[in-house]
Nanobody, 122 residues
Framework: QVQLVESGGGLVQAGGSLRLSCADS????????MGWFRQAPGKEREFVST????????YYADSVKGRFTTSRDNAKNTVYLQMNSLKPEDTAVYYC???????????????WGQGTQVTVSS
């Protein structure tokens, strides 16, 4: 069973940085691809980034490419999202999710964390 808990959200000024973490308390973390998604008020949940089970392959949404970096430490059952050069439009609740398939498709993710709020002030 996969149980995901995000942390690291908060309030930051535009141009600043935050690092989100997502930890899994289960024993199968390294067999899952991990994704990050976000949902702003009144909007649908959207893809941000994904990383393969090995950590070798990553994909990013165009809106965050060059600013965000995802990585994982399978020994610690944790995936990270380093967010730099943050913009007010990055404000959202950020969710991590696990999938058996390395994909950008939200519907393919089986397990979700509770989310962590990121607010970027202008």
């Amino acid at each position: 069973q996969v149980q995901l808990v995000e942390s690291g959200g908060g309030l930051v000024q535009a141009g600043g940085s935050l690092r989100l973490s997502c930890a899994d308390s289960g024993r199968t973390f390294s067999t899952y691809a991990m994704g990050w998604f976000r949902q702003a008020p009144g909007k649908e949940r959207e893809f941000v980034s994904t990383i393969s089970w090995s950590g070798i392959r990553t994909y990013y949404a165009d809106s965050v490419k060059g600013r965000f970096t995802t990585s994982r430490d399978n020994a610690k059952n944790t995936v990270y999202l380093q967010m730099n050069s943050l913009k007010p439009e990055d404000t959202a609740v950020y969710y991590c999710a696990a999938s058996r398939v390395h994909t950008t498709t939200r519907e393919s993710y089986d397990y979700w964390g509770q989310g962590t709020q990121v607010t970027v002030s202008s």
